[in-house]
């Protein structure tokens, strides 16, 4: 996989006061990448920057193979951006909106009609495409922003917030559009601070707080690396536990500690040893409820990093 | 930036607020020419030069001429032209979408501008046009060759009128981020520049150079000349002394005491040359266009320097 953007000790300062302070960031081809961070911790000047929308104070990007700084035309042309609350013309219909997006990026008569009938048809606005966009209610302006996006069928896509303010239906039909996004093969910079959307549908996130990013990876990695210092926590059900079988799961090569509260036992362990484990409790004779590696919640991830930088 | 001027281009024209300018403005060019036409009958005789042009020019007893309602009404259709210029977009969270396709971010403000000029152009144009008509058919003389350039030269002065408001009311629209405050400070611009200009002009050159019952022609000459001088700090003095100028070719000074001292020394007053008239009033045209590039100017780098995080 090709690397899509790369920024290397990016820092943006308003009047002294640092919104990203020292960013490095690393998204590959076809990810979707979770942008975490509270109000004010530099997600949206982030994107703005790697969008080349406003300059950066120090650092270096690169974004599709452009420096956006020096060729912001050649980066606007290949990556796409869906601002927090994003607005359209208000007296125009939707189509209208899109054509005028159209031209901005220069597509030709024929290929743009094309293009706006199947982005709308994408969000599923094809039916309201030739009502004025005033009769339009959040959620649709929030698809038709998409589908804005999705007329110079770009390569990378930043959505900022694309979920705010919208009701739970409306939430669930864009997750699905952007899931059509992936499918495409577009890359994908989500920036929210709903940390359960996030979860579903982002392969990697970073969390960022006071315009830095304090951690990076996979979900599940990130967990481990919170919570666990990098290990595996195995949850155990058993029927009646005894000191010797503790003893024995203890003697299980990897295994870090066994912490034990009734019939329930914690094991920390290197990696995953859910099969050796299971082996030791049948051997000794004890019946085996459950087991299962705890997944820690994007949520506990966040608030413990979060916490961390607020220090 | 050809799209961007089109666009902007389309809804000015489909625009109530154009619409409702339009026919106001439109009435009064009408009711005035009507006026101008009732008044020619008694005061035109038969040597009388350049008798088309007097219907621009020519006031009714209680009602002012067709350039006073231009004077007056093209910082009003300029002003409703620009003063949601870039504040509305940013409301209305347009501006950050546009931003974020591929043109240069000065395309947004040159599109918007040449759109809002080519507006007060089509309506000062066709305006002259209609009153042009009218006069034709009431007063049954045809123009002269130099009588039609004056008035194109009229029209031309006009439009530079009209750009200076415009630039000042797209400089609000940036300074401003609501659009009522951007329209309250354009039109407190223009009352003060319409009506208590004159007075300040009075009062200052009065309390300079005192005018008693014992002051001598040469006192009373200079305090009318230092008023004067200060009067062109407002656009409307520049833009009557230039208009007045073009229209009545008789006009051999816009210095006030030599005119009336050439018209109490019985001296034949003979019309100038077009050229001469142009040389004339060079001074009030450039310094209409000086006014209007510099606020242009300005917007200019306000608009470029602007952190889009403030968008």
């Known amino acids: 996989m090709a690397t899509i953007v790369e920024a290397k000790g990016l820092c943006k300062k308003y009047d002294g006061f640092a919104a990203v302070a020292g960013l490095d960031l690393q998204i590959e081809e076809g ?81 743009a009609e094309e293009r706006i009938a199947r982005s709308l048809a994408a969000v599923g606005l094809s039916k309201v495409a030739d009502q004025e966009v005033r009769t339009f209610s959040r959620g ?31 939430v669930g039909e864009i997750l699905t559009i952007i899931q059509g996004m992936i499918n495409k093969g577009i890359t994908i910079v989500f920036c929210s ?30 967990g481990r690396q ?60 004890i019946s085996l409820v459950g087991m299962e590696t705890e997944e820690y919640s994007l949520e506990a991830i966040y608030t413990k990093y979060f916490t961390e930088a607020q220090q | 930036m050809i799209p961007i001027f089109r666009k902007e281009l389309a809804d000015h024209l489909m625009s109530r607020r154009f619409l409702i300018l339009f026919t106001l403005v439109l009435l009064t060019a009408i009711f005035a ?31 002012p001429s067709f350039v006073f309602f231009l004077s007056l009404f093209i910082p009003i259709i300029s002003i409703a032209l620009g003063f949601d210029a870039i504040n509305s977009e940013r409301t209305s969270g347009n501006l950050s979408r546009l931003l974020s396709q591929p043109i240069y971010r000065d395309a947004v403000i040159n599109g918007k501008f040449l759109a809002g000029l080519a507006v007060i152009a089509i309506i000062v144009i066709s305006v002259i046009a209609i009153v042009s008509g009218l006069g034709l058919r009431i ?24 750009a200076f408001w415009l630039a000042l009311s797209t400089l609000f629209s940036i300074l401003f981020k609501s659009s009522v405050t951007s329209m309250l400070a354009s039109f407190g611009l ?23 019952q014992s002051a001598t022609v040469a006192t009373l000459a200079r305090n009318v000349e230092l008023q004067g001088a200060i009067a062109r700090i407002s656009p409307r003095t520049l833009y009557e002394e230039a208009a007045i100028s073009l229209l009545v070719p008789e006009i051999g000074s816009l210095n006030l005491v030599l005119m009336m ?51």
């Open chain 1, 31 to 111: 990810e979707i990448f979770g942008l975490l961070g509270p109000n004010g911790a530099g997600k949206t000047t982030t994107i703005l920057m790697l969008m080349g929308l406003t300059e950066p104070s120090s650092g270096t990007v690169q974004v599709c193979g452009y420096d956006p700084v020096r060729e912001p035309l050649k980066v606007k042309r290949v990556t796409g951006y869906l601002p927090e609350r994003v607005g359209f013309y208000e007296d125009l219909t939707a189509r209208q909106n899109l054509r005028y997006t159209a031209e901005l990026n220069r597509l030709p008569k024929g290929i």
């Open chain 1, 140 to 170: 649709m302006k929030q698809r038709l922003g998409i589908a804005d996006v999705l007329v110079k069928e770009p390569k990378l896509v930043f959505l900022d917030e694309p979920t705010s303010g919208i009701d739970p239906e409306g």
């Open chain 2, 33 to 63: 020419t009507y006026v101008a036409t009732q008044t020619l009958r008694k005061t035109v005789s038969e040597n009388t030069e350049f008798v088309f042009l007097t219907v621009f020019t020519t006031s009714g007893e209680r009602l």
């Open chain 2, 190 to 212: 223009w009352v003060f520049f319409f009506f208590f200009m004159s007075m300040i002009a009075g009062a200052v050159a009065n309390a300079l150079v005192p005018v008693d």
């Open chain 2, 261 to 311: 001292a050439a018209i109490a020394g019985g001296r034949m007053v003979t019309p100038l040359p077009l050229v001469q008239s142009l040389l004339l009033i060079w001074p009030q045209i450039v310094a209409m266009i000086a006014l209007a590039a510099i606020c242009f100017a300005v917007s200019y780098i306000k608009f470029m320097k602007e952190e889009i995080r403030a968008f």
């Open chain 1, 226 to 285: 919170a919570m666990g210092g990098g290990k595996y926590r195995i949850k155990v059900k058993v029927n009646g536990v005894n000191p010797q079988l503790v003893n024995s799961i203890e003697q299980i090569a990897g295994v870090r500690e066994v912490q034990g509260t009734g019939d329930t036992l914690f094991v920390n362990c290197d990696q995953d040893l859910r099969p050796q484990i299971a082996r030791v409790i049948v051997d000794s004779g």
């Open chain 2, 139 to 162: 007063v049954g003389v045809p123009p002269d060759w130099e009588e039609v350039f004056r008035l194109l030269v009229f029209a031309l002065v006009t439009v530079i009128y009209g």
């Open chain 1, 193 to 222: 601070h709903q940390l359960h959307l996030v979860e579903r549908i982002c392969t990697r996130v970073g969390i960022l707080a006071r315009g830095r990013l304090v951690a990076e990876g996979p979900i599940q990695h990130l």
